[in-house]
C-alpha cells in the first residue's frame, strides 16, 4: 500500500437522508473513488472546511492537505458562483455553494504550488478555468440550442467528442470518444490551457490541459460513470511517478 499514490478527492457538502438521519453531509458519488482504485490509486476524500470565510485558514488547511497527497481530482456538483469570475448570476445559475468554490480554489492554489497532478471533472473543469483567471458560459442551451448536454433529473447526456492530435488526452483516450455528460455551464475563457477536445456536434469545449510536463487536465464529461481507465489510468500514473 506504501507504494500508491494517494489522491484527494474534492466534495459535496449538502444536506443528505442517510438511515433515519437527515443533515447536513459530505459527499461524493462512489464511481469517483471506485475509478481511483480501479488505475491503481488510494482515494482520500476532502471535505470542505466549515467557514470558507476565513481564506487563510482555508488556503493552510488546503496546503496542508496537498502536502500529503500525489495526485487531486476536482469533482463534479453545482454550479460555481457568478462572483468568482466577476458576473452577474444567469437566472439559470444555481446549486451555488460559496464554500465549496473557496476549498477547491484554494485546493488548486496549493496544487499549483506543489506541480501536484489535477484532473478535472465537469464542475471541475470549471472551476479550473475559474481559478486560471477565465470564466464560464452559464446556460449552455443558450449557445447550442438544446438540450443535449443535461436531459435533466438524473440522467446523463451521451455525446461524441474529438481529441487534439499530440495532445496528453489523446494519448489517453484515443482520437474520438463517447462520452456521459450532465452540465448547464461550460467554460468559456480559459488562460494558460489549451482546448484538446470539442464536441463535433456543436462545437462546445469538452476539455483543456496544460502545456508542459505537468498532468493538469479537465473534461466536461463523466469519466467516472463509464470507468474511463485511460483517462484516470494515465492521471494516476503521473501521481505515482511523483
Same mark, same amino acid.
Given at each position: ?70 495526485? $487531486? /481530482? ?9 462572483? #468568482? *469570475? =466577476? ?5 439559470? @445559475?444555481? +446549486? ?46 443558450? $449557445? /447550442? ?9 438524473? #440522467? *446523463? =447526456? ?5 481529441? @487534439?492530435? +499530440? ?76
Amino acid at each position: 500500500m506504501s507504494d500508491l499514490p494517494v489522491i484527494g478527492l474534492s466534495t459535496y457538502r449538502e444536506v443528505s437522508r442517510h438511515g433515519v438521519w437527515t443533515e447536513l453531509s459530505d459527499l461524493l458519488p462512489s464511481e469517483y473513488a471506485d475509478a481511483v482504485r480501479i488505475a491503481g490509486g488510494v482515494p482520500l476524500l476532502l471535505p470542505v472546511p466549515p467557514d470558507s470565510a476565513d481564506a487563510a485558514a482555508v488556503g493552510s488547511a488546503a496546503s496542508a492537505l496537498v502536502a500529503r497527497l500525489d495526485g $487531486l /481530482v476536482i469533482s463534479g456538483g453545482g454550479d460555481v458562483s457568478p462572483s #468568482a *469570475y =466577476g458576473a452577474e448570476p444567469h437566472p439559470r @445559475t444555481g +446549486g451555488v455553494l460559496a464554500a465549496r468554490d473557496a476549498w477547491e480554489l484554494a485546493l488548486l492554489d496549493a496544487a499549483a504550488e506543489r506541480s501536484l497532478p489535477t484532473l478535472g471533472i465537469c464542475r471541475g473543469m470549471q472551476v479550473m478555468a475559474v481559478h486560471a483567471g477565465g470564466s464560464l458560459h452559464q446556460h449552455v442551451p443558450d $449557445l /447550442v440550442g438544446n438540450e443535449a448536454h443535461n436531459p435533466g433529473a438524473d #440522467a *446523463y =447526456g451521451s455525446i461524441d467528442v474529438a481529441t @487534439t492530435p +499530440g495532445s496528453r488526452l489523446a494519448s489517453l483516450v484515443g482520437d474520438k470518444v463517447t462520452v456521459n455528460c450532465h452540465h448547464h455551464q461550460a467554460v468559456r475563457d480559459h488562460p494558460g490551457f489549451d482546448a484538446v477536445a470539442v464536441s463535433p456536434a456543436d462545437g462546445s469545449l469538452e476539455a483543456m490541459e496544460a502545456p508542459g510536463d505537468r498532468f493538469c487536465l479537465a473534461v466536461q464529461w463523466h469519466p467516472e460513470t463509464l470507468a474511463d481507465l485511460g483517462l484516470f489510468a494515465g492521471f494516476v500514473e503521473a501521481a505515482r511517478g511523483r
